[in-house]
């Protein structure tokens, strides 16, 4: 019998530590995938966070390193600065990469590093319980906006993709969603582009990836699916804002 | 015989870092240790699988760092006290996860952003642990260029030794002295091979991981067991010091670096004057010297520490002595640097 469908080999088999209706699961798995279709798993590191996806070296089944939180860039920039043939990437949510790695992340990007950013988008922070994110809606409800966000006193929700894409340097920034299918499937095909300029030694490429947090958000799957298309999208628009023919 | 040349103590580190075989290099400006950043960009840029990068922090570079060190290259940093302190974070993560680095402090005044001058005062920082958690590091404390060189290739073999950080402390005033120094041929060391750990990417072999965290707090307490081992051990075999005419003395000073550099000026004065002075200097402050100082204690019954901050150093001195002795203090602060007639004013007041 052929086999049509299995865990890629660059995923462990320790099950996933996420909460039911999570996308990170998803997001695991289509980098995996990836790093499995271009044949690069026993030639990759992978750098994760501080937040919901602290564990995932024990997901991935490649080389990992754990930064401090928001750090990831750098020790990537460190590891990718010693091993340039290696395929390096890392894996941060909103509060790591958009709110205390804000330094790190400009400056990777700026510096053109040759890594591929993998960037969790759920508008909160996961691990802690609910906090207030950079990339949190106005008038969203978090433990620390209770209120909802308030623009006057706590600024709007932060584009990353977009501030990115104007450093010059930075040769792939795209945005996705894993709410349905066909946007898992465009999803999978931008993740595959990120990692292709990386192989092709093009420079920075960050995959923004809008996802959910049932728990904190306090919906079920489904309702938190249907929030993030009818909330996220429209003021976090997908689309590829950064491809290599603009590259300099 | 190694060549003879004139260099700038911060100059000198690098030079002594590239020869140890140091490669890779992450730093951000800051007075009075940015000769050696720029050193290290002037050499490294040029050279073959080599790295320098002008990290947008202190911050970012020892997070680079760890990357960089986690393949299991030799890779360094520099930075002084404010900037030393915006590393700590990474050194206790780097610290915890066992991975070799060297991170040189040319301390100035502080606290705060106190002055460029040259200080003492990162002291506790540097040999308590610095950042957060049970950890040590390894430090070095040069009292010239020539040391400088010396100790800087010594904190990369004692680094991939213990897989711990190291630290070169010295102060403004080594940095930016010029003095011969020569680079010797040194005797091969056996170190540990690194292939158990480093990250390479995972071809023939299971992957693994570089992580500084435990959730299960009966695993991370035998994980700070098994580092504190290597500090036991590093008590054993590592301590440095050295020691100056202690015979017969009259009174002993405790004091490191540039300190122990005038203290010995003051002694050579002293003895004109019939007073007999002895030095004991702490070229490891971690390890530190215990035995010679506790040993010193039953003989000589007068100790006078003396340090360019308002106190550090003599607290462990006066753990080492445990009561045996008097043990006096004098220091100056902000950047001021003791001059050896003070030093002796102050020597005569306990004699």
Redesign the interface.
């Known amino acids: 019998m052929k086999k049509v469908f299995g865990r890629p080999e660059s995923l462990t088999e320790v099950p996933f530590t996420y909460c039911p209706g999570c996308h990170h699961g998803i997001a695991h798995r289509l980098v995996a995938e990836v790093l499995d279709e271009f044949k690069v798993r026993e030639n990759t590191i992978g750098v994760c966070p501080v937040g919901c996806s602290v564990f995932a070296y024990l997901f991935f089944n490649v080389d990992m390193i754990c930064a401090a939180h928001g750090r990831a860039p750098a020790t990537a920039t460190g590891i990718k600065r010693v091993k340039p043939d290696s395929i390096v990437f890392t894996y941060q949510g909103d509060g790591d990469l958009a709110s205390i790695g804000t330094a790190e992340i400009v400056h990777a990007a700026n510096r053109g590093e040759n890594i591929t950013v993998i960037f969790i988008n759920n508008a909160i922070y996961g691990m802690t319980g609910g906090q207030m994110a950079p990339t949190t809606l106005v008038g969203q409800v978090t433990q620390t906006s209770p209120y909802g966000r308030d623009p006057k006193t706590m600024g709007y929700p932060i584009k990353m993709a977009e501030m990115l894409s104007t450093l010059k340097r930075a040769a792939y920034i795209s945005r996705v969603a894993l709410n349905k299918p066909a946007n898992i499937i465009k999803a999978k095909k931008s993740i595959k582009k990120a990692f292709q300029v990386q192989l092709d030694k093009k420079g920075f490429s960050m995959v923004e990836i809008l996802s959910t947090c049932p728990t904190n958000w306090g919906l079920s799957p489904i309702e938190a699916s249907k929030w993030l298309e009818e909330n996220m999208i429209p003021y976090f628009p997908l689309g590829e804002f950064r491809t290599p023919e603009e590259v300099a | 015989m190694g060549e003879k040349m004139l260099m700038k103590g911060n100059e000198a580190i690098g030079e002594a870092a590239i020869r140890a075989g140091c490669r890779?290099y992450?730093g951000y400006p800051i007075t009075p240790q940015s000769e050696l950043t720029a050193y290290m960009a002037k050499k490294l840029l040029k050279m073959k699988d080599a790295?320098f990068?002008q990290?947008?922090?202190e911050?970012?570079?020892i997070?680079?760092?760890?990357?960089?060190?986690?393949?299991g290259?030799r890779?360094m940093t520099s930075s002084s006290s404010p900037g030393i302190s915006l590393k700590q974070?990474?050194i206790s993560?780097i610290t915890c996860s066992e991975i070799p680095c060297v991170v040189v402090n040319m301390q100035r005044g502080g606290p705060g952003l106190g002055d460029i001058q040259p200080a003492q005062s990162d002291y506790f920082q540097a040999v308590k642990g610095g950042g957060h958690g049970d950890y040590h590091l390894i430090v070095l404390a040069p009292s010239s260029v020539q040391e400088l060189v010396d100790l800087t290739m010594d904190a990369f073999d004692l680094a991939d030794k213990y897989t711990n950080p190291a630290m070169i402390l010295g102060d403004g005033l080594l940095g930016q002295m010029m003095e011969a120094v020569e680079f010797k041929e040194r005797p091969k060391v056996e170190l540990p091979d690194k292939s158990g750990w480093n990250?390479?990417?995972?071809?023939?072999r299971e992957?693994?991981?570089?992580?500084?965290?435990d959730l299960d707090p009966n695993i991370l307490e035998k994980w700070n067991l098994n580092i504190n081992e290597k500090y036991k051990k590093l008590k054993e075999k590592e301590v440095r010091y050295e020691a100056v005419n202690l015979e017969n003395a009259d009174l002993v000073i405790v004091a490191y670096g540039t300190v122990a550099r005038i203290a010995k000026t003051t002694i050579q004065m002293a003895k004109k004057e019939g007073i007999n002075i002895g030095l004991i200097r702490p070229i490891t402050l971690f390890p530190f010297p215990e035995k010679i100082i506790a040993s010193t204690a039953v003989k000589t019954k007068k100790f006078l520490t003396v340090e360019m901050s308002l106190g550090q150093m003599v607290e462990d001195v006066k753990l080492a002595v445990n009561g045996k002795a008097e043990v006096n203090f004098y220091g100056r602060a902000g950047g001021i640097i003791p001059s050896p007639e003070e030093i002796l004013k102050e020597a005569k007041k306990y004699l």
């Not at chain 2, 997070?63 to 393949?71: I, R």
């Not at chain 2, 990250?199 to 023939?204: M, N, Q, V």
């Not at chain 2, 992957?207 to 965290?213: A, L």
């Open positions: 890779y992450f790295a990068v990290a947008e922090s911050i970012a570079a997070n680079m760092v760890y990357g960089a060190a986690s393949t290259v890779v974070e990474g993560y990250l390479t990417g995972c071809k023939g992957h693994r991981y570089v992580v500084s965290f």
